[in-house]
């Protein structure tokens, strides 16, 4: 008799792009996901084992019978620890007991003036919605020499962060086994445009001296928290230090070369993680860039780049949206150079100074 290899199922509240290439990842490790619409639920019961797994591709998700089903079963892994950094004051609170250094901040309550933020945290205060905001949403600029005031329905919903003239942003993605083992992939660098990730590399020789420093903060999260699974830290470098500035739990944009640049992939690495399945060195031998593809249409010459991934969204074109992404890697110089060129010329005009940057980093 033949015995047929199979996983639990893999249950992911949320059927964004992050489900749809965790479903991707997890196809040859025999693992079936299953991703779940929570924001628009429907009324059925899903056919839940008791042995299945369930994870979510995002930190925050309305109420509903069908989003229940999945956060109070057993084996939703991380369960408390969504809850905690969705909110971004109980996530500022856990930074500040873990002494991770982060930019500092107060909870906007009813008492707290602009006088004594700017007395404290200085001239220039980012007031942010505690949950919901991304992607650079959900922020409000204090200004001390502009007066710029605290909206009242930002009272006991926000909270004000001292700005930060920060270097660069870089960010960690790593994973904690569930025998308190944690992994990592090199530092990510990352650019912004309009609050929006565009442009990451990975590897860079000029990052390696943060490396430990940017393992040990993230460690002494995952290891407070339990967690099991991927996890992104977003930081600001000032120097040679590192400020948190936001942390993810789940995979993350910035985490996406991976999917090119690793042999194991964050999202594979989540699966692994999640399964208990082994997870040999994460390695990577070159510097890898990953490009966002943000309103804009669908470009079939992306596909005849070289050493390249296109990953689309197949979502709806809106301006500002992130509908897809390219996955760029490898270690020929030349070709590096003649995609991002590529990518100049068919890319609408912003993206030139982001590839452009993305040359000099890679010094090609
Ligand atoms: P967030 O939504 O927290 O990821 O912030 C989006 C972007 O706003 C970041 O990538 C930074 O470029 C900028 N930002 C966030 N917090 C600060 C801060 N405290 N000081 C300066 N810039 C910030």
């Given at each position: 008799m033949t015995m047929t290899y199979k996983q639990p199922k893999l249950w992911v509240l949320g059927n964004g792009q992050l489900g749809a290439m965790m479903s991707h990842a997890a196809q040859p490790l025999a693992v079936e996901v299953e991703t779940v619409d929570i924001v628009n639920p429907d009324d059925r019961v899903l056919p839940i084992e008791p042995n299945d797994i369930i994870t979510a591709e995002r930190e925050q998700w309305p109420e509903s019978e069908l989003s229940l089903q999945l956060s109070e079963h057993k084996n939703f892994i991380?369960?408390?620890?969504?809850?905690?950094?969705?909110?971004?004051?109980?996530?500022?609170?856990?930074?500040?007991?873990?002494?991770?250094?982060?930019?500092?901040?107060?909870?906007?309550?009813?008492?707290?003036?602009?006088?004594?933020?700017?007395?404290?945290?200085?001239?220039?205060?980012?007031?942010?919605?505690?949950?919901?905001?991304?992607?650079?949403?959900?922020?409000h600029w204090l200004k001390q020499q502009e007066k710029t005031t605290i909206p009242a329905d930002w009272r006991n919903e926000a909270i004000a962060e001292k700005g930060i003239n920060f270097d660069e942003e870089v960010s960690l993605v790593g994973a904690r086994k569930k025998d308190g083992t944690c992994v990592f992939y090199p530092?990510?660098?990352?650019?912004?445009?309009?609050?929006?990730?565009?442009?990451?590399?990975?590897?860079?020789?000029?990052?390696?001296?943060?490396?430990?420093?940017?393992?040990?903060?993230?460690?002494?999260?995952?290891n407070d928290l339990d967690y099991i699974g991927v996890?992104?830290?977003?930081?600001?470098?000032?120097?040679?230090?590192?400020?948190?500035?936001?942390?993810?739990p789940r995979v993350h944009n910035s985490g996406h070369w991976t999917q090119a640049g690793c042999h194991i992939?964050?999202?594979?690495?989540?699966?692994?993680?999640?399964?208990?399945?082994?997870?040999?060195?994460?390695?990577?031998?070159?510097?890898?860039?990953?490009?966002?593809?943000?309103?804009?249409?669908?470009?079939?010459?992306?596909?005849?780049?070289?050493?390249?991934?296109?990953?689309?969204?197949?979502?709806?074109?809106?301006?500002g949206r992130k509908l897809g992404h390219l996955n760029l890697s490898t270690s020929s110089h030349e070709v590096?150079?003649?995609?991002?060129?590529?990518?100049?010329?068919?890319l609408p005009e912003h993206y030139s100074e982001p590839l452009n940057w993305l040359k000099e980093e890679l010094k090609i």
């Open positions: 991380n369960g408390n620890v969504f809850s905690i950094l969705a909110d971004r004051y109980t996530q500022k609170s856990l930074l500040d007991k873990l002494s991770v250094p982060t930019s500092p901040w107060f909870l906007v309550d009813d008492e707290l003036s602009e006088t004594k933020l700017h007395s404290t945290l200085g001239k220039r205060v980012l007031l942010k919605r505690r949950t919901g905001g991304y992607d650079g949403r959900g922020q530092l990510t660098l990352n650019l912004h445009q309009n609050g929006i990730l565009i442009v990451s590399i990975a590897n860079l020789d000029r990052l390696s001296h943060l490396q430990s420093q940017a393992e040990k903060m993230l460690s002494s999260i995952m996890m992104a830290m977003e930081c600001f470098r000032v120097g040679d230090d590192l400020l948190v500035n936001e942390l993810a992939s964050q999202f594979e690495l989540h699966v692994r993680t999640l399964y208990d399945l082994p997870i040999p060195s994460l390695n990577s031998a070159f510097p890898s860039a990953m490009v966002n593809l943000i309103g804009t249409e669908y470009d079939s010459n992306w596909l005849t780049l070289p050493n390249s991934e296109l990953y689309w969204y197949n979502k709806n074109v809106r301006p590096l150079k003649a995609n991002i060129q590529n990518l100049i010329d068919w």
